[in-house]
Every structure is written in C-alpha cells, then in structure tokens.
C-alpha cells in the first residue's frame, strides 16, 4: 500500500495508472464494515483507494468531533491486509485549503430537512463539502459507501447527479457484529456496560421487521421505542420511510419497498442505523 498525504502528489501517481480507481472515503477506526467495501472494490478489479480524514465540516457537536476515535496504526495495519492499494491520508489544510469561511452550499431540498438532516443541522453539507473535494482529487470510477448511512447514500448520489455524473455509486450491505449490532467507529466509545444494552437498538429494528404487518405501523414503533427506552437508550428518531427518497409515512404499505431508521443515544455516544423493509408483491 502506498500512502499519501498531499494531493498533487496522489493526482500525479493516479494520472499515471490506467485502471478503473475504485474510492472508499472514511474517517478511520476501521472494521470490518469499511474493510467489506475495499474487498468490493477489489472484486471489481478497481485500484483501491482508502481515503482516513475525520472531516470537521461534518460535526455539527463539535464534542463528537473531539471525541472521534483514532486509531491510524492499525487502521493502516487492517488496510494494508485488505490489500488496499492506495491510503491519502490529508490534513485539514490539504482538504480545506481556504478554511471554512468560503465553503460552497449544496441545494439539498427535502433531504436535509429530515432524520439526520434534521437532527444534524448542517452535517450533509460538510459531507458535500468533503466529498466534492475528494472526489475532484482522485477522480474515481467507482465509490463505495454503506448503506448503514443510508440517507448519506441519498445525499451522495445527489451530489454525482449534479458534479459528478461520471462516477459509479455502489451502496454496500451493512455489516454486523454477531449479536446484530452495526459495525461503527462510535461503537468504540461505548461502556462496556453501555456495549451490553447497544444490541437492543438491532432488536428493536427486527420487532418492527417482524411485526408491523400484524401490529401496524404506530403500535409496531411505540413497542420498539418503549423497548429501547428500557434499555437506556434516548431517542431523536424512529421512522418509516420510502426507501428510495426518504419521504416519512405514517403506515406501513406492503407494495412500497420502505425503511425503518433510527438514531439514539446511549449515553453521550450516538448510534444510527435502518433496516430495509423489502415490498412483498
Ligand atoms: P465512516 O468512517 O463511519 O464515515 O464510514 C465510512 C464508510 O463506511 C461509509 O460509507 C459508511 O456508510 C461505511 N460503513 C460504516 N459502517 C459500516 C458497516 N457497519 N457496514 C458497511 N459499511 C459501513
């Protein structure tokens, strides 16, 4: 694996290879989940490029941002065994060489008026601000991201549609611990006490797969949020949403294929995450 801290230096080295680049932009703490998407890109014979930068446009709390994990030697370690080709690994200068005051906006519509949009004041822009420069620097083929940020995916795919049309987008399936628990960097910051009550966030995502075709929709929510609120959990967010635009609906329609997302916090660590409702036709 080769690394890179300066961008005309990564420019100079991409301009000289010939093969399809295949992107995978992360902030680092790496596990398996990120490492699932580099083995995509690598089935589709791309060369790899992993990019680590902990954006701070993106933190809307700026604590968040402080207390993001670092964790770069085995970060490099895991990527250098999931034969990633390439690691840019920019300071904040590299990225934001005018600084924050000039940023560009994003006309995002609905999107950032609901779920995260809403409850995270200004964080898709910072992602577009981040992503738009990435991807003006490696100029990708292909991108790789988790479907476990699912709106992310929307907002992203948004940004291509518009800047980027050339770029293939692959939303990856979200990877798991074995007790159901998404893979995430904030899953390092919990407790272990806070570690043992997290899997009923996943559970309580499965009730609503399972029952809301008997239960309906309302009652189907109000069990699930009641069942994490015992388990400690405090929540922004519990929706039903059309998978493809994220627009809320208030009952569960068999013939849609739909989504149920939430977002909690245990403790001062908070988890997000969605399951996919497939339509039944
Ligand atoms: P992050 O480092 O959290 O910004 O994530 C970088 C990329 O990895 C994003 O595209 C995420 O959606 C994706 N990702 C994070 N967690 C998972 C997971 N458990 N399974 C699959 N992809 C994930």
Known sequence: MILFKRSPDLKEFLLKNDRSIGFVPTMGALHKGHLELIAESRRRECLTVCSIFVNPAQFNDHKDFEKYPNTIDSDILMLEQGKT?????????????????????????????????????????GVCQVMSRLLDIIEPEQLFMGEKDLQQC???????????????FHKCPTLREKDGLAM??????????????????????????????KMGWKNAR?????????????????????????????????????????????GSVRLIDNLPLAAKH
């Open 85 to 125: 080709d390439i690691l840019f690994l920019p300071e904040v200068k590299e990225i934001y060489p005018k600084g924050f005051e000039v940023l560009e906006h994003y006309e995002l519509g609905y999107l950032e008026t609901v779920l995260e949009g809403k409850f995270r004041p200004g964080h898709f822009q």
């Open 154 to 168: 929307l907002v992203v795919r948004n940004l291509l549609n518009l800047r980027f049309p050339q770029v293939h």
């Open 222 to 266: 109000l069990e699930a949020s009641n069942r994490m609120s015992a388990a400690g959990f405090r929540l922004d967010y519990l929706e039903l949403a059309r998978s493809q635009d994220l627009s809320i609906k208030d009952a569960y329609e068999a013939v849609e294929d739909l989504v149920v997302l939430v977002a909690a916090f245990l």
């Open 184 to 213: 995430s960097s904030r899953n390092l910051r919990l407790s272990p006490e806070e570690r043992s009550q997290a899997p009923a966030l996943p559970r309580a995502l499965n009730f609503i797969r399972d029952n809301i075709e």
